[in-house]
């Protein structure tokens, strides 16, 4: 992993205790460090990406790490060993060249034992280790599988016989009645396993003897468990246990899994791994799983072989590559660094937080920063992200960052030359998106901006700039936010609340009048979420600027035009449109809107925040706490941390934890499959378009941004594109540092 230590430096002499204190009684998060998990890939054939068809006449058969740290992968090709890889940057499997002699054998099959490398040739048992005394020959040159048993003893088979080796003596051989698939020896019972696709035997060192002790089909691995008193045994549909003494099947066979068709087990550390043909999955002591699939961990899906790696590390060996899963210690402030520094690099475009486009292979470099519909948005998150970060630490860095996000949102409204309306995006002429009607000159004959505008801009710009204006210090940005806020809110007041575009009508979406919102049927969400936004944002403006044209159009809303029973109407109430309601009302009510809980969440920063007195503050707090509870299955950070704003006690903080904490480091779009696992408990389709009962963690999702709907199973784009972590996860996580509820890190060692 490419160090993240000079930037993580300049963060801790930055950090302070800041920002401000919990609320009384709310939980606190004290931040130490945890388990990180990522993954290095590497692919079996130079310039091959994770997913390519290269290398697939070579195939890949074991992978062992040995007590020096050194990784070897046997092969049909030979031994191979990776190289060079990072995270986000595979490196390849290649020859291992470092023995000049075993370049010119062909190795068999290799094992681990006293954590050292030994193979099997056609001739005989060898290693390097013990200065290379270890040379055991055997009489079985199609020897496919070995193991090793007490000193240096080893049983060998070629898939029809099995020989028991020791010294160069063939101390026992028979014939196997079953094809033999893998061996393992049992210390405690001083004993050989040999599995079969339709059988498990036994072979006594103490007396000699091979007996059958369990019988049936389809059989496809097995590992004895941790106190080797079970046999875990894998089948094409699933996976049972057997007692060692006597062969015995105990309980069920568990066919709630990831993927059931099962090629390897293995015991490491203590934590049970089954590889698969779709990915690798852990057993946790709760029962369920994790789940490592797709190019995000593995270079293919389909699972040869696991193995315990270095320190930290699990092998996840697959037909097309390897995957070093990395446990990396660390905290939650080591991860912003980390994020930090991924937004800076690659994620700034003239100012905006924004996307990689056009990647190849999921190689950040390949691709370029494309412009989106909602830069004013995606920008105003990641901004008030810093904006926090700089009240907790009042980091001179996170300023400048301040600053130059919000020099690009200011010239989202010079550029359109309408008093006060904004665009949504700007870039260079000849180089915007292809949806050309959308997009208008400048005066500056060298740029085009994007119009029709919309609420989702609107609200993202109005909580931004509350947030700068009440936490930044410096008057020269402070300032700017109130004025950009003021011509906002001036320009929807004088257009009677709408946004209106260069052609003098209003956009599709920028739409806070009465006349529009309450056409819409009381349980069409639309209503409800349009006249608490409008409010929030009415708010905010009055707050910094005190005009009470803000204040009058506000209670004028609330109290004639009913925005306060709009936005206090109970989530439960929302639903579908009837069937003899207005299309646009119908087409806006057919399911549950996660770009609107965006938009609520983001809103509630003013609505609760900037109430305009103590009564409505109570309203308002009611209404973010209904809201809350119907998106907790969710388990979605931001919206935890952002009801966390109302000094409400419970707020699932552990959940928003895990979710920070399991958020992976690798943010590109890689395909991700979970709708085919056999773990997961489905339920009927339903407005609130939960798939599941239980929200999966992010690392086994789509990589989304907080308006998506976190029960989505499957998505990606094979790793066209990356994500910016700068509203993804830094928003919440600076919003959580700010409010008190996580705390500084308890540490400050980085790893490397």
Known sequence: MRSFLPLALFFFLCCSVNGQHPAPGQPVHKDLPYQQKFSIKYVLNYGASPGSDKGDSVRLQKVYCDRNGAVQVCSSAGLLKPSDGALLYPGELVPDLLYRPMRNMKIKDMILYNDQFVYADEKAVLSN?????????????????????????????????????KDSNVVWEAHSDDRVIDILYDRAGNSFWILGG?????????????????????????????????????THNGYF??????????????????????????????????????????L????????????????????????????????????????????????????AVFFEKQVRTRHIRNGFN?????????????????????????????????????????????LQNCRESLDAMERMYTMTHIKGFPARSFERRGYESSDREVWRPAADSGWDWKSTTSSDEAIGHMFVFGAIAELVDDPGVKNKAIRLMDALMQHIVDHQMYMVDWDGKPTKWGRWNPEYVNARPLMVGDRKITSSNIVSMLQTAWHFTHKEIYKDKAFELMQKYGYLKNLMRPMKDIGRAPEDADELSRDLSDGWNHSDDEMYFLGYWGLYRYAFNDTLKAKFKEAILDHWQAERPEKEAAWDLFTAITGVQSFDLQNAVDYLQRYPLDLVNWRIKNSQRKDLDF????????????????????????NANLFGLDGGNNGRSENSAGDIWLLPYWLGRYLGV???PAEHKISK
């Open 354 to 398: 924004a996307t990689i486009s056009g990647m190849k292979g999921g190689n950040p470099d390949t691709g370029v920063l494309e412009d989106s519909d909602n830069d004013g948005l995606w920008t105003a998150m990641y901004l008030g992200g810093e904006v926090f970060r700089y009240a907790v630490t009042h980091s001179p860095d996170a």
């Open 683 to 706: 339920i009927a389709p339903n407005f609130r378009r939960q798939t599941i009962t239980e929200v999966l963690p992010p690392d086994e999702l789509p990589i989304e941004r907080h």
């Open 198 to 234: 339709h059988s498990i035997s036994n072979l006594s060192l103490k007396d000699m003897k091979l007996s059958v002790k369990y019988k049936g089909d389809g059989l496809t691995c097995f590992a004895l468990s941790d106190n080797q008193k079970e046999i875990i045994t894998g």
């Open 742 to 744: 996580i705390s500084a």
């Open 241 to 282: 246990n057997i007692r060692a003494d006597d062969g015995v099947m105990t309980g069920e066979i568990q066919t709630k899994l990831p993927c059931n068709d099962l090629s390897v087990i293995r015991v490491i550390d203590g934590k049970t791994w089954f590889g698969s043909e779709q990915g690798a999955f852990m």
């Open 284 to 335: 946790r002591a709760d029962g369920k799983f994790d789940y490592y699939a797709s190019a995000r961990w593995i270079p293919s899906d389909r699972i040869v072989d696991i193995a315990k790696g270095g320190k930290d590390m699990v092998l996840l060996l697959t037909d097309k590559g390897l995957g070093e899963i990395h446990f990396q210690s660390m905290t939650l402030y080591d991860k």
């Open 129 to 165: 280790a013990w200065a290379g005394k270890l040379y055991a020959k055997h009489r079985m040159p199609a020897v496919q599988s070995f193991c090793g048993g007490p000193d240096f003893s080893f049983l060998l088979s070629d898939g029809n016989n099995l020989q028991y080796l």
